[in-house]
């Protein structure tokens, strides 16, 4: 079976030193909140460029939080994109402020920032962009008009560490950036881990006092917080890990490539945009058919993993029903929900088993042209 993402293998590659990692952690007798944790606070921030990094728990706490230190709350508005991961909407659930969703560009998948203006309320307090499949938003024009109506930007960057936006860091463009480190997202470790940015000092000292019940001196507490933090192991395998992001994205951008070079004739599909090697990390790679399920299926029955992403968007979900959404609203995330698939992509897959899957995919295609 050729998988869509091998995070088994990545870890397999690293294992003398993630058992290092363990060991380490494991002598210390510090286990929360410790030198790993500060260190890789550190070189987060030195590799994004010194701005203030905050560890959490997980990527969906770092929204959380992100827009908990802003300030938001009940009879706010946010305005962020229907087609992405749930936890993107959840987190302004959870502070309990209203989503209010902007449909996609029908090339990147992003927010479609043309139409971001016109859902702009008094309510309104912040734009939550998300850097989808590791592609990064247009943020000069989200820029301008955060700046015109005076709202926040907090930057989704779950699916996009070490990606670039005119040589700025992902996630440093907006006032907070938010990262998970969930076993599947491009950088990763083996269990859940977050990270927020910033480059405001409050901010991020605010954020260091949420994710500790609201404290930052013991048993003294200035407000309700959460327990969001990362614990040590986590952070020094993630030390680890962010000294290879570089190569891992790179090796990303050229399977792209490859995948590019080899499907590019084939009429019936659609590719990712292919910008420089930093404006998208293909966290995932998606290609859109009009008979995506049929193609799905033919490439399970091969023994090749594709992956839908995603297959319902938010507006249409269950849970927002009270909002008052429905068919017909977001034309753009309803038909990719139907179109778009994905191959397989990971720094691991090697070039025996992408030919593989690009060899079923014309089949497939010169199959239902004879
Ligand atoms: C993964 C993801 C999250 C949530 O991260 P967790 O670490 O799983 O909580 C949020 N937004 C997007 C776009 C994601 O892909």
Redesign the pocket.
């Known amino acids: 079976m050729i998988s869509l993402v091998h995070v088994d293998r990545q870890f397999q590659s690293m294992k003398k030193e993630i058992l290092e990692c363990v060991e380490k952690v494991l002598d210390s007798g510090q286990y929360i909140l410790g030198e790993q944790g500060e260190l890789f606070e550190k070189e987060a921030s030195d590799y994004l460029n010194n701005s203030f990094t905050v560890n959490v728990a997980?990527?969906?706490d770092a929204?959380v939080l992100a827009l908990r230190a802003l300030d938001i709350g009940v009879g706010d508005e946010i305005i962020t994109t229907p087609f992405?991961?749930f936890?993107?909407a959840e987190a302004i659930s959870r502070v309990r402020a209203t989503p209010v969703f902007v449909d996609i560009d029908p090339i990147t998948f992003n927010i479609n920032e043309n139409e971001i203006e016109k859902k702009v309320t008094n309510r309104t307090k912040a734009i939550i962009p998300?850097h989808l499949f590791g592609q990064a938003c247009n943020m000069d024009q989200i820029k301008k008009i955060a700046d015109n109506h005076n709202l926040y930007i907090v930057e989704?960057a779950?699916?996009a560490f070490g990606g670039e936006w005119k040589g700025a860091k992902l996630g440093t463009i907006g006032d907070i950036g938010c990262f998970?480190f969930?076993p599947t997202?491009n950088l990763s470790t083996i269990g859940?881990g977050?990270l927020v940015v910033t480059k405001h000092h409050d901010i991020a000292e605010r954020i260091k006092k949420l994710r500790h019940h609201g404290s930052r001196v013991k048993y003294m507490h200035d407000e309700v917080g959460y327990n969001s933090r990362l614990d040590e192991l986590h952070a020094s395998i993630l030390r680890v890990c962010l000294t290879k992001i570089d190569r891992w994205n790179e090796e990303r951008y050229q399977k792209a490539l490859i995948y590019k070079k080899h499907l590019s004739d084939l009429s019936a599909f659609i590719l990712p945009p292919t910008p420089s090697n930093k404006e998208h990390v293909y966290h995932l790679y998606c290609v859109e058919h009009h008979d995506r399920d049929k193609i799905v299926q033919y490439l399970s029955n091969k023994n090749i993993a594709s992956g839908i992403y995603y297959p319902e968007p938010l507006h249409l979900q269950n849970v927002y029903q009270h909002l008052g959404y429905s068919v017909g609203d977001f034309p753009t995330s309803e038909e990719k929900s139907k179109s778009l698939f994905a191959l397989p992509m990971h720094p691991f897959l090697t070039e025996e088993e992408q030919m593989r899957v690009i060899d079923a995919l014309k089949e497939y295609e010169q199959r239902n042209i004879e």
């Open positions: 997980n990527g969906t929204l992405t991961f936890a993107t998300v989704d779950c699916q998970s969930f997202k859940d977050g």
